[in-house]
Nanobody
Framework: QVQLVESGGGLVQAGGSLRLSCAAS????????MGWFRQAPGKEREFVAA????????DYADSVKGRFTISRDNAKNTVSLQMNSLKPEDTAVYYC????????????????WGQGTQVTVSS
């Protein structure tokens, strides 16, 4: 089992920044590809960003490219999502996820999920 705990969500004005963090425990963190997803009210969960086991590969949804950056620290068992130039449409619950995939994974079929953290962007 892998336990994931997100933090860093909150309320921010449009154009502002937030940094989400996800702390992992339970298994060898570097064995897992990591991802961030989000779900807005009434919408399906959608891919935001993903990072490979070593951190050498990343991928992003088109809607966040150039604004969001995913990173990981395998020594600290954490993955982060730096979100800049936030827009009201970024408002959602953001979830951290872990998977034994060998490469970055864009689909919402990860093995383990956190409880989510709310991000609200006001206009």
């Amino acid at each position: 089992q892998v336990q994931l705990v997100e933090s860093g969500g909150g309320l921010v004005q449009a154009g502002g920044s937030l940094r989400l963090s996800c702390a992992a425990s339970g298994r060898t963190f570097s064995n897992y590809a990591m991802g961030w997803f989000r779900q807005a009210p009434g919408k399906e969960r959608e891919f935001v960003a993903a990072i490979s086991r070593s951190g050498s590969s990343t991928d992003y949804a088109d809607s966040v490219k150039g604004r969001f950056t995913i990173s990981r620290d395998n020594a600290k068992n954490t993955v982060s999502l730096q979100m800049n130039s936030l827009k009201p449409e970024d408002t959602a619950v953001y979830y951290c996820a872990a998977d034994l995939a060998l490469k970055v994974k864009l689909t919402a079929t990860y093995d383990y999920w956190g409880q989510g953290t709310q991000v609200t962007v006001s206009s």
